[in-house]
C-alpha cells in the first residue's frame, strides 16, 4: 500500500515569496492533516481536513497561510508571502478516521532566507 | 486539555544497552497512546500504539511501551539498543474524534 506521498521534498525560497506544498494521503483515508515541525520541536498541527472539509484550522496563521483538499483526496498547502520564521518541515499525514493512528509522508522541508 | 510531557530532552546509552524513555500525558478520558520515531530527515513511523487491553504493548524493531493508567504513563522500552535506534521519539496523545497531541521529544543518541 502506498504512502503519504509529499512534493516538493525541499524548498529554498526568500522572505516575502511564495511557496507550495501537495500532499497525496493514504487511499481511502478521509482525514488528512498539515504539521508544522520546527528544528527541535514536536509537530504542531496547522490544519485537518474531514473529507474535503476544514475541521480545525485554529493555529492555521491565516493572513499568509491557505490549504484547500479538493474533491476531499489530494491537499495544497500554501505560504504568501514567507516569513524567516516559517522555516521548518512540514509533514503531511492522513488516518482513517479523527483520532485513529496517523501516517505520516516524509516532510517538506522549508527554508527561507 | 490534553498534553504531553516528555521529561528528558536528550538520551545517551551505549550500544547494547537497555532504554526507557518517559512519558506522561494529561487527558480527562482513557486515551489512545502512541510512539513515533523520526530519524534525520524523515517523517515520522508508527513504532507502536496502545488502545484498548493488554497495557503492555508490542511494537516494531523490538520495542515496548507499558500503559499505567494510575501514573498517567505511557514508557517506550527496549532491552538492547541497536546504533541505527538513534533517532528522535514522540510521544502522542489522542482519542476517537480527537486530535493529536504529540511531546516535544526525546533525542535518543547511542554511543558504539
Known amino acids: 500500500e502506498a504512502g503519504v506521498a509529499q512534493s516538493p521534498r525541499y524548498k529554498i525560497i526568500e522572505k516575502r515569496q511564495s511557496v507550495a506544498f501537495w500532499c497525496n494521503p493514504i487511499?481511502?483515508?478521509?482525514?488528512l492533516y498539515w504539521y508544522q515541525q520546527i528544528l527541535g520541536q514536536g509537530p504542531k498541527l496547522l490544519i485537518q481536513?474531514?473529507?474535503?472539509?476544514?475541521?480545525?484550522d485554529s493555529q492555521l496563521p491565516k493572513d499568509r497561510f491557505s490549504a484547500e483538499r479538493l474533491k476531499g483526496v489530494d491537499s495544497t498547502l500554501k505560504i504568501q508571502p514567507a516569513k524567516l520564521e516559517d522555516s521548518a518541515v512540514y509533514l503531511c499525514?492522513?488516518?482513517?478516521?479523527?483520532?485513529?493512528?496517523?501516517?505520516f509522508g516524509e516532510g517538506s522541508w522549508l527554508t527561507v532566507v | 486539555a490534553q498534553s504531553v510531557t516528555q521529561p528528558d530532552i536528550h538520551i545517551t546509552v551505549s550500544e547494547g544497552a537497555s532504554l526507557e524513555l518517559r512519558c506522561n500525558y494529561s487527558?480527562?478520558?482513557?486515551?489512545?497512546l502512541f510512539w513515533y520515531v523520526q530519524s534525520p530527515g524523515q517523517g515520522l513511523q508508527l513504532l507502536l500504539k496502545?488502545?484498548?487491553?493488554?497495557?503492555l504493548v508490542q511494537g516494531i524493531k523490538g520495542f515496548e511501551a507499558e500503559f499505567k493508567r494510575s501514573q498517567s504513563s505511557f514508557n517506550l522500552r527496549k532491552p538492547s539498543v541497536h546504533w541505527s535506534d538513534a533517532a528522535e521519539y514522540f510521544c502522542?496523545?489522542?482519542?476517537?474524534?480527537?486530535?493529536?497531541?504529540f511531546g516535544p521529544g526525546t533525542r535518543l543518541s547511542v554511543l558504539p
Open positions: 487511499s481511502g483515508h478521509a482525514t
Open positions: 499525514a492522513s488516518s482513517p478516521t479523527q483520532g485513529n493512528t496517523i501516517y
Open positions: 487527558y480527562g478520558a482513557t486515551p489512545y
Open positions: 481536513f474531514q473529507n474535503n472539509g476544514v475541521v480545525d
Open positions: 502522542a496523545v489522542g482519542a476517537s474524534g480527537q486530535n493529536f497531541v
Open positions: 496502545y488502545f484498548s487491553g493488554d497495557t
